[in-house]
């Protein structure tokens, strides 16, 4: 698929881990999708011209095993607490959902921010808590 989208959300979709812009929106795309910048488009371009700059993205969805409900809407809801306090450690901001226990099983530093965990390790969070965390499992299949 190809979008044109405001060159900052561009920027976002394809922003590395660590990085200032990776935040929630790249970590939920980038599970699914591989997202590449193509081209800037100039302001220029159009009339009449918009104050912002624009970029072409492409997007191939990523062919990946399903992972079941709870699982899914466990990671989704990793991702929405971890960036919502993202100056805070993954300890602190996934306190009550995922333990220390969670973070040694998964080889996850919990002293870590939201921007350092790659999508991938958001999932073997949510997989292993919903696994092994009994807590966690229950307040996951009973948010929907």
Do not use: W
């Not at 790249?26 to 599970?31: E, F, L, S």
């Not at 999508?119 to 009973?142: C, G, K």
């Amino acid at each position: 698929m190809c979008f044109m989208v405001q060159r900052e959300v561009a920027d976002r979709l394809t922003a590395e881990c660590g990085t200032r812009k990776y935040g929630r929106l790249t970590v939920n795309v980038a599970m699914t999708m591989q997202v590449e910048a193509v081209f800037d488009v100039p302001p220029t371009a159009f009339s009449p011209p918009p104050e912002v700059q624009s970029s072409m993205i492409y997007m191939q969805p990523k062919q990946l095993e399903e992972p079941d409900t709870v699982t899914a809407f466990a990671f989704s809801e990793l991702v929405r607490l971890a960036f919502g306090n993202r100056r805070k450690t993954l300890k602190n901001s996934l306190a009550g959902l995922i333990d220390e226990t969670n973070f040694l099983e998964t080889g996850i530093d919990a002293n870590l921010r939201a921007q350092n965990l790659s999508p991938e390790n958001y999932m073997r969070l949510a997989h292993n808590s919903v696994l092994h965390n009994p807590r966690a499992r229950e307040i996951f299949s009973n948010i929907r």
